[in-house]
């Protein structure tokens, strides 16, 4: 019986490095990757508007958008072996949610209605597999109704999660998660309509694209060398100057693993630091963990996150192929912990958590 479990896992391995050689994506010199696959998403062709029926008209919604990243908007997963991919929309993300509004509310418009302006500030895809599969929608906006003046009242603003669970793939679904989600926004701004007033404060659309552009002009953004030291906290890393230079790591040896439990100065008081910056590379502190990140257009992704994923993604396949212990002790060899978003409040079970793969620059969070 052992000869054949050994038999199955030396027949696994190599299923498993060559699913890693044509599955994985080209990497540069340092490793890092440097091209991946794309998904596209896909918007439901026939949307079904649920506009309340009681609510104050509504003349036009226009969108506007300052996504950091409108071009890949996170990452999913494809093929049997659940190999990483960006998601990207089939067009100008602005033109793809316009298009799909006027689908959604062109007819229940009424000309003596008032004007909706939606502020997409942050919109991102993620997806997780295992013996569920998840996937999940972030959408932050803001929305503004016109007044008599020629200017916009922010009414209401959207910062939520969407997230989906089931046994089968999932990145079919995120075209209607997003849908869902623009839904969701009209249905919270039109609850606020009542309270319209001419003592409201009103923003013109100059002021308002303003007010709504994403910063970039932090110097860990625009400086090519990274201060060395411990960060204290975001703002440190944001202006690029770590303010402690004398630490230490506290580590405790767990089984075969060293984890890393806090910080310390070298007269032995405890530290709290938000990350650090080591030979040049930077690294978040979450928990028991040092995260490797780097800079990504205008924001920072968590490094190597790609072939972690596929390393993993692969693990689960090749144990669910094999299944018994043959399969288990494969899954396990190769299993690898990825950092996970827990600064979502209603997902605060480990397996419904998505995995972490970039950094908040609003809050310095982990996020997907």
Same mark, same amino acid.
């Given at each position: 019986?052992?000869?054949?479990?050994?038999?199955?896992?030396?027949?696994?391995?190599?299923?498993?490095?060559?699913?890693?050689?044509?599955?994985?994506?080209?990497?540069?010199?340092?490793?890092?990757?440097?091209?991946?696959?794309?998904?596209?998403?896909?918007?439901?062709?026939?949307?079904?508007?649920?506009?309340?029926?009681?609510?104050?008209?509504?003349?036009?919604?226009?969108?506007?958008?300052?996504?950091?990243?409108?071009?890949?908007?996170?990452?999913?997963?494809?093929?049997?072996?659940?190999?990483?991919?960006?998601?990207?929309?089939?067009?100008?993300?602005?033109?793809?949610?316009?298009?799909?509004?006027?689908?959604?509310?062109?007819?229940?418009?009424?000309? &003596?209605?008032? +004007? !909706?302006?939606?502020?997409?500030?942050?919109?991102? *895809?993620?997806?997780? @597999?295992?013996?569920? #599969?998840?996937?999940?929608?972030?959408?932050?906006?803001?929305?503004?109704?016109?007044?008599?003046?020629?200017?916009?009242?922010?009414?209401?603003?959207?910062?939520?999660?969407?997230?989906?669970?089931?046994?089968?793939?999932?990145?079919?679904?995120?075209?209607?998660?997003?849908?869902?989600?623009?839904?969701?926004?009209?249905?919270?701004?039109?609850?606020?309509?009542?309270?319209?007033?001419?003592?409201?404060?009103?923003?013109?659309?100059? &002021?308002?694209? +303003? !007010?709504?552009?994403?910063?970039?002009?932090?110097? *860990?953004?625009?400086? @090519?060398?990274?201060? #060395?030291?411990?960060?204290?906290?975001?703002?440190?890393?944001?202006?690029?100057?770590?303010?402690?230079?004398?630490?230490?790591?506290?580590?405790?040896?767990?089984?075969?693993?060293?984890?890393?439990?806090?910080?310390?100065?070298?007269?032995?008081?405890?530290?709290?630091?938000?990350?650090?910056?080591?030979?040049?590379?930077?690294?978040?502190?979450?928990?028991?963990?040092?995260?490797?990140?780097?800079?990504?257009?205008?924001?920072?992704?968590?490094?190597?996150?790609?072939?972690?994923?596929?390393?993993?993604?692969?693990?689960?396949?090749?144990?669910?192929?094999?299944?018994?212990?043959?399969?288990?002790?494969?899954?396990?060899?190769?299993?690898?912990?990825?950092?996970?978003?827990?600064?979502?409040?209603?997902?605060?079970?480990?397996?419904?958590?998505?995995?972490?793969?970039?950094?908040?620059?609003?809050?310095?969070?982990?996020?997907?």
């Amino acid at each position: 019986m052992m000869n054949l479990i050994l038999k199955l896992m030396g027949i696994s391995i190599l299923v498993f490095m060559g699913v890693l050689a044509n599955g994985q994506s080209p990497k540069n010199d340092d490793g890092r990757e440097s091209a991946l696959k794309t998904k596209i998403i896909k918007m439901p062709k026939y949307p079904i508007a649920d506009f309340p029926k009681k609510s104050a008209p509504v003349a036009d919604i226009q969108v506007i958008q300052f996504v950091r990243d409108s071009v890949r908007l996170g990452y999913v997963l494809k093929g049997i072996a659940n190999q990483v991919a960006y998601i990207q929309p089939e067009k100008h993300l602005t033109i793809l949610l316009q298009d799909h509004i006027e689908k959604m509310y062109k007819t229940d418009y009424k000309k &003596e209605g008032s +004007k !909706m302006l939606w502020v997409i500030k942050e919109l991102r *895809i993620g997806e997780r @597999t295992g013996f569920t #599969e998840f996937s999940y929608l972030k959408l932050k906006a803001d929305s503004y109704i016109s007044m008599a003046n020629n200017k916009y009242a922010l009414f209401y603003t959207l910062d939520t999660v969407l997230a989906t669970e089931s046994g089968g793939d999932v990145t079919a679904w995120h075209g209607q998660e997003l849908e869902d989600g623009l839904k969701l926004l009209l249905k919270e701004t039109l609850k606020k309509t009542r309270n319209l007033n001419s003592d409201s404060v009103g923003f013109s659309m100059e &002021e308002i694209i +303003k !007010m709504s552009m994403p910063e970039i002009n932090y110097p *860990i953004l625009n400086n @090519t060398v990274y201060a #060395e030291g411990a960060y204290k906290n975001f703002e440190e890393f944001l202006q690029n100057k770590p303010s402690i230079t004398d630490y230490s790591p506290v580590t405790v040896k767990k089984k075969k693993n060293i984890s890393i439990t806090g910080f310390k100065s070298n007269n032995g008081d405890s530290i709290k630091i938000w990350g650090l910056c080591k030979n040049g590379e930077i690294y978040k502190f979450v928990e028991d963990q040092l995260v490797p990140i780097e800079k990504n257009e205008d924001g920072f992704i968590v490094s190597y996150y790609v072939a972690k994923a596929n390393l993993r993604n692969n693990g689960i396949f090749i144990g669910s192929l094999l299944g018994g212990l043959a399969g288990g002790l494969i899954s396990m060899w190769i299993a690898d912990k990825a950092p996970q978003v827990k600064s979502i409040p209603h997902l605060t079970k480990s397996k419904k958590q998505p995995d972490a793969t970039i950094i908040d620059m609003e809050t310095g969070e982990l996020s997907f």
